[in-house]
C-alpha cells in the first residue's frame, strides 16, 4: 500500500510458516466424530488380544499379593543386608513413569506450548495408573500390611505419633499429594468433552454417567472463564511437584550413609531421569494407540520429534550424571565410595546391570540427534522400549548393588529375586495396561476442547477458503 502499511491478508503470507499440529485441515466436527469415535465405537480386535492379557496379569498380581500378606515377606528373595530389593526398585520405577503426565500437562501448559495439547490426556492418565502401581510396593514392604494406615496422618489424639524421620513417610506425604493433585487435575480437564459425550449418548445409563461427572457443564462464557481460570492455577500447583516428588523419592537414599547412595545429585538426577523414563513410556503407549485408531492427524510426527527430542535431552543430563558420579567418587577419594562404583562396574555381582543400564540409557538415545531417526517410528519405538528397561536397571543398580555389598565383607550376599516377587512385578504391568485399555474404551483419550482451540479456525483472523470451509460442531 501506498502509505507503508498492510492489510492482514497481505501480511500473512510473510509470516514463517510453522508446521500445524492437526494435519489435512481438519474441521472441529472431524476432531469430535474421530474421538468420540473411539469411545462410541465398538473396539477393534486388537484391544480385546491387549486387554484379556492385561486381565490374566492382574491375577498373577492379586496372586502375588494375597500369597505374601498370608505367608510374610519372607517369600520374597530380601536377605541380609540386601533389605530393599526388587519392591522398592519397582516403586520408583513406576513413580517415574508416572513423572511425565504433569511435565506435558502443567510445565508445558504454562510455557503455552500447544503441541500438548494431542498428548497431555492420555499423559495425565497414564501418570494415575502408575502411581497406584507404585503405592502398591511400599504398603506390602512394610510387613504388616494391615497395620500400614499408621503411615496416614492419624490425630494425634490416639495416641499415635509418626516417626516424620523415617524416608517412608516422606514417601507417603510427597506421593499422596502427587496422586491427589494429578487427580484433580486429569478430571479437570475431562470435563468439557464429558459434556460432548453426554450430549451425543443415545444410551440412558451412559447419558446419567456421562452428564454426572460433566458438573452441569454448557459451555457457557461463565463456565469457559472458571475452568481457564481454576486450569491455570492447578497447573501452577503442579509444576512444584514436578520436581519436588522424586526429589523426596531420592531422599530415601540420599539421607543415608550408604556408599552409593550419599550424594547430593541424587534429587536433580532423579527427577530428570523420571522425566526421561516417563516420556518414553507416554510414547511406547501413544505411538501404538495412533495406529490402532487411525489419530495420524492428530499425534502428528511434529509431536513424536518433540517428545524424542526431550527424551535426547534429558537422556544426556542422566548420562551426565552418571560420569560425574564416578567422577566425584574418585575425586572424593573416599575408599568406600570408589569400592562402591568399582564393585557396580568391574568386581561387584552385577556390572552386567549396570552396562546394560549404560546402552539403554545413555547410548541408545543419542540416535535422536538425527532426523531420520526421530521420524522413523520404529527406531522410536526401539529407544522407547530400550529406554523402559534401562530405566528398571538403574533403579536396580543403585538400590541392590550399593547395599548387597556394604561395609562388611563378612555380610556380603547376591539378591536373588523370587517367583513372587517377579509374578507380582509383572502384574503391575498388567493393572497398568489393563486401566489404560479401560480408560480409551469409556473416556476421550485426546483432549477435543484444547486440540479445537489450536486449530487455525480458533485464530480470530482466520478467513474461510472461497473453495468452502471446515464445517463446525
Excluded at 187 to 200: F, K, N, Q, S
Aim: glycine share 8%.
Amino acid at each position: 500500500m501506498a502509505n507503508g502499511s498492510t492489510t492482514a491478508d497481505e501480511a500473512t503470507p510473510t509470516r514463517m510458516e510453522r508446521e500445524p499440529l492437526v494435519l489435512n485441515n481438519r474441521s472441529y466436527h472431524w476432531i469430535t466424530e474421530r474421538i468420540c469415535g473411539v469411545v462410541e465405537g465398538r473396539q477393534p480386535l486388537i484391544w480385546w488380544i491387549l486387554f484379556l492379557p492385561s486381565v490374566f496379569l492382574m491375577s498373577f498380581l492379586l496372586f502375588g499379593l494375597v500369597y505374601l500378606i498370608s505367608t510374610g515377606v519372607g517369600v520374597w528373595g530380601n536377605n541380609h543386608p540386601v533389605g530393599w530389593g526388587w519392591a522398592i526398585t519397582n516403586f520408583v520405577f513406576w513413580i517415574g513413569i508416572g513423572h511425565a503426565g504433569t511435565l506435558i500437562s502443567a510445565i508445558l501448559f504454562l510455557t503455552r506450548q500447544k503441541w500438548r495439547t494431542s498428548i497431555n490426556r492420555a499423559s495425565e492418565a497414564m501418570t494415575l495408573f502408575a502411581v497406584m502401581c507404585a503405592g502398591i510396593f511400599p504398603a506390602v514392604h512394610v510387613g504388616r500390611f494391615w497395620q500400614v494406615w499408621f503411615l496416614a496422618p492419624i490425630p494425634n489424639a490416639n495416641g499415635i505419633w509418626q516417626n516424620f524421620k523415617s524416608a517412608l513417610l516422606w514417601d507417603v506425604f510427597a506421593v499422596s499429594t502427587y496422586f491427589t493433585v494429578s487427580v484433580i487435575f486429569w478430571y479437570l480437564g475431562l470435563v468439557p468433552d464429558l459434556a460432548t459425550l453426554r450430549d451425543r449418548a443415545k444410551n440412558g445409563i451412559q447419558k446419567f454417567l456421562y452428564g454426572l461427572f460433566a458438573l452441569g457443564w454448557r459451555g457457557s462464557n461463565r463456565h469457559w472463564n472458571h475452568y481457564e481460570m481454576a486450569y491455570l492455577l492447578l497447573a501452577a500447583l503442579s509444576t512444584p511437584l514436578v520436581l519436588s516428588v522424586h526429589s523426596v523419592v531420592s531422599f530415601d537414599f540420599a539421607t543415608s550413609v550408604v556408599p552409593g547412595w550419599h550424594t547430593t545429585i541424587f534429587p536433580p538426577y532423579f527427577v530428570a531421569g523420571a522425566i526421561f523414563g516417563g516420556f518414553a513410556m507416554v510414547l511406547t503407549l501413544m505411538i501404538p494407540a495412533r495406529r490402532i485408531y487411525n489419530l495420524y492427524d492428530l499425534i502428528t510426527p511434529k509431536h513424536i520429534d518433540n517428545m524424542a527430542k526431550i527424551i535426547c535431552f534429558t537422556g544426556s543430563i542422566v548420562g551426565y550424571a552418571y560420569l560425574m558420579e564416578l567422577f566425584i567418587a574418585w575425586y572424593g577419594g573416599n575408599k568406600y565410595e570408589m569400592a562402591a562404583f568399582r564393585n557396580r562396574i568391574i568386581d561387584g555381582y552385577y556390572p552386567w546391570a549396570y552396562w546394560c543400564m549404560m546402552f539403554c540409557n545413555v547410548v541408545a538415545p543419542q540416535v535422536f540427534w538425527f532426523k531420520w531417526c526421530r521420524h522413523n517410528i520404529v527406531v522410536v519405538m526401539c529407544v522407547c522400549m530400550c529406554v523402559n528397561i534401562g530405566m528398571w536397571f538403574e533403579r536396580f543398580v543403585i538400590f541392590v548393588t550399593s547395599i548387597a555389598q556394604d561395609w562388611l565383607p563378612g555380610a556380603w550376599d547376591m539378591y536373588h529375586p523370587t517367583w513372587v516377587e517377579q509374578i507380582t512385578f509383572a502384574g503391575t504391568f498388567g493393572l497398568f495396561l489393563g486401566l489404560f485399555l479401560l480408560f480409551i474404551r469409556f473416556l476421550p483419550v485426546i483432549a477435543m476442547s484444547e486440540v479445537k482451540g489450536v486449530l487455525p479456525q480458533a485464530d480470530p483472523h482466520y478467513h474461510e477458503p472461497e473453495s468452502g470451509g471446515n464445517e463446525n460442531a
